[in-house]
Structure formats: C-alpha cells, structure tokens
C-alpha cells in the first residue's frame, strides 16, 4: 500500500495525527503527482485547508498550470473565503483550457453574494468558451429557472442530452417551466416523461396541479389519488383532490377528500372551509357548521368562513350565535361591512328592533346599491312601520329593477296610505 493510499485509510478511521505525519512526508518529499493526488483526496474529504497548502506548492513550480489555481479557487470557496476564491479565478484568462470552469465557479460565487446580473455575464463567458459543454448549459437553465425567466431556461434545458443530471430530471424541469408560463398541456407531456423516470410525490403533485389548471380535473383526480396513497401526509393534495371532484361535480366524492384531509392535517383552516363548503353543497348544514367553527377556532380572524358560517346560522335562526362569531372576529382585529348587515339581520331575529335599526343604517352607507340588502332593509322598514322610508328603499329597488312585481305592489300600497 502507498503512501497516499494509507493517508486516506488513516482520514476515513479518523487516524487523524498518523494521516498528517503522512501528509507532512507527502509535502516534503512527495513527487509532483502525488501532491497532485493527495490534494484532491484531501479537498473531498473535506481538508480543504491542506489542499491548498499543497495546491501552492505546485503552482510555484508550475504557475502556466491554471487549472492548479482552478482548483486552490475551488478549495477556498469550500472554506467560505469568498475573496481569496475571487482573486484567484480573475487571474485566469479566456485563453486558459480551464477558463470555463473558472467563470462557472466564479458564476456560483457571485450568485451566492445576490449579484445575479454578474453571475449570469460569467456564466455566458462560460458558455461562449465551451458551447458543447452540458455542465454550462445546465447552470444557464438552473439560473434561468430560478430567476423565473421561463423561455431562457427551456432552451438551455433541452440543448441536454441527458435525462438527469445532478439527480435532477431535466423533463421534470421543462414541465416546471412550461407550467409556470401557462402552457399546462406542453408541460403535461414533459411531467408524464419525467413520470416514467422516477414516481415521486414532487413529481405526481406537480403533474396533478398542471392538470388541474389545464381544466383536467379527472386525471388531476387520479393523479391527487395516487400521491396521498403514495404519501398519505402530502397535505396540499387533497384540497385540490377536493376541488378536482368539485368541478366535476362530484361532490361526495369531493367531501370524502377534504375530510380525509382535515384528519391528516387538523390544523388547516383552508381544508376545513373547504370542508364547509362543500357540506353546504350537499345540503349538509350541520357538517357545515362544525367545519367552519373548526376553522375559525384554528383561526379567530378568518373572515372568509366567519362570513359563510353567519350565513348559515341566520338561515338556522341563531341569532345569538352570529352575534357571537361576530364578536370573536373583530376582538382578533378584523373587520367587514358584511358583519353590519349580519348583526341587523341577527338582531331582527332577535327582535332587538331598536339595535337592528342601527346596524341596517350604518350597512346602508355601504350597501346603497345592493339589491338584497336594500330588499331586506326595505322589509324590515316596512314591519316597523315606517313606511316613508320604506317606499323610498322600494323605489330605489324599482329603479334598478322596474320588473319586480313584489315591489312594485309594496310602492302602490305604500303610496294609497
């Protein structure tokens, strides 16, 4: 066994003092090739450090090897020291064999310091120095990826040959691409390809929400399906499984998915009103309500289900309750215009006349011009008694919808008073 060859044995057992004594012979007296050698053992076993020390030894004997410096380069950013790695690279020259690699890694170094633009000059330096090399073009379609510049990155993706590269699948990708400009169904094809490679849960999610926006709600369906099968905790699947079905009209179908999804996922304020909603759907008001009071209790503000669940309560007649979530909701620091014409409501059913008159005037100021409202406030008016402003609410209805039979009888009646 050589010497080398035992300075890693010793590093691998964590032997660290007899792989040094080693490595101090090695730097001494060692041939150029075996320092050459033993630097790169060291620089993947993480002694980035000692690679270095030996990288400057060779590059005093051989300072026209600019791939000696490449390589120090790349031993200093291992270490983090950015500028010592900078320095080095802007040393290289265009006429160097390695001066691709040494603007890839400069690319790399920049992009990590937030400076894209300069990351994405050195990467096309890198690129117009070696046109054929997939290394370059993958970093080009990665760094395009990443910046959200869709249309570059798929072309530098499909000038690559290989399906995978550094365990990314490269169809995988054009279908993230294609998805995010809006093309769903070319981007359908390219998941389906990506499908065949590897069946993953990251995979089967993005195929399934690609499908989902191209309107393909049935294979989104099945394929939502197989990913909770395959991971019964991949909680973003089963909203949309939900929503799949929704469209499609299956609406038990699409209550099943969202209930399996609150039990996996119990404190999801967005599959509980999911939940909510397509209770009410199937005429299911009390599953509607736990739902939604679960989905409040998850999140006092929600004003969307807050709103639903008012909805559902005054239809049940429960005054006292919409009154209470109205109470909880703005006690969390939200508010709605809604919440004015629901006390109203609330309150009339109370028959707290005095405070739903309040609350139906301050709805007005907002509600002017909304037909329903102005129905129910026109009504409340007219029980009241107090049929001037009454006929005035029902003209204002008439005007917008002079059609009305209802109302206008209540005008005639109002007006032979």
């Not at 990288?55 to 791939?67: A, C, N, R, S, V």
């Not at 981007?187 to 999610?205: I, K």
């Not at 991949?234 to 499609?248: D, I, P, T």
């Amino acid at each position: 066994m050589n010497d080398l060859q035992q300075m890693i044995d010793y590093l691998h057992a964590g032997s660290l003092e007899e792989a040094m004594k080693i490595y101090n012979e090695l730097k001494r007296i060692g041939t150029d090739e075996e320092k050459y050698e033993a630097a790169e053992a060291l620089f993947s076993l993480g002694f980035q450090e000692k690679s270095i020390e030996l990288y400057e030894d060779l590059i005093e004997l051989y300072p026209e090897e600019t791939e000696l410096t490449v390589l120090k380069a790349e031993a200093h950013a291992e270490l983090d020291q950015i500028e010592e790695a900078m320095e080095l690279l802007e040393t290289i020259t265009d006429s160097s064999e390695f001066y691709a690699r040494a603007m890839l890694l400069s690319a790399d170094l920049y992009h990590m310091q937030g400076l894209h633009e300069v990351s994405e000059q050195k990467l096309l330096k890198a690129y117009e120095a070696d046109k054929s090399e997939e290394v370059i073009q993958f970093a080009l379609a990665e760094f395009y990826i990443q910046q959200g510049r869709f249309l570059e990155a798929i072309r530098f993706y499909k000038m690559l040959s290989e399906q995978e590269i550094a365990g990314v699948i490269i169809s995988k990708r054009l279908g993230e691409c294609y998805s995010a400009g809006g093309s769903f169904e070319e981007a359908l094809s390219y998941y389906e390809e990506a499908l065949e490679h590897e069946r993953d849960a990251e995979t089967l999610f993005q195929y399934g929400f690609t499908a989902y926006q191209a309107g393909h709600n049935l294979t989104a369906a099945e394929v939502f399906e197989e990913l909770i099968e395959l991971d019964p905790d991949y909680h973003s699947a089963y909203k949309l499984l939900a929503h799949s079905y929704e469209h499609e009209e299956e609406l038990s179908k699409a209550l099943e998915a969202a209930e399996k999804g609150v039990k996996h996922d119990p404190f999801n304020k967005e599959l509980f009103l999911t939940a909510g909603k397509l209770s009410l759907k199937t005429a299911n008001e009390e599953k509607a309500e736990s739902f939604l009071r679960q989905a409040i209790a998850i999140d006092p503000d929600y004003l969307e289900a807050a709103l639903i669940l008012n909805k559902v309560l005054l239809k049940q007649e429960k005054p006292d309750e919409c009154l209470d979530i109205i109470q909880t909701v703005r006690e969390s620091g939200e508010d709605d215009p809604q919440f004015l014409w629901d006390a109203a409501k609330a309150y009339e059913l109370r028959e707290d006349f005095s405070l739903a008159s309040e609350e139906y005037k301050k709805a007005y100021v907002v509600y002017n011009d909304h037909s329903d409202f102005l129905e129910d406030y026109g009504n409340f008016l007219l029980e009241e008694g107090r049929h001037k402003d009454a006929l005035d609410i029902y003209v204002k209805l008439s005007e917008k919808d002079p059609t009305n039979e209802e109302w206008q009888m209540n005008i005639e009646h109002l007006r032979q008073e």
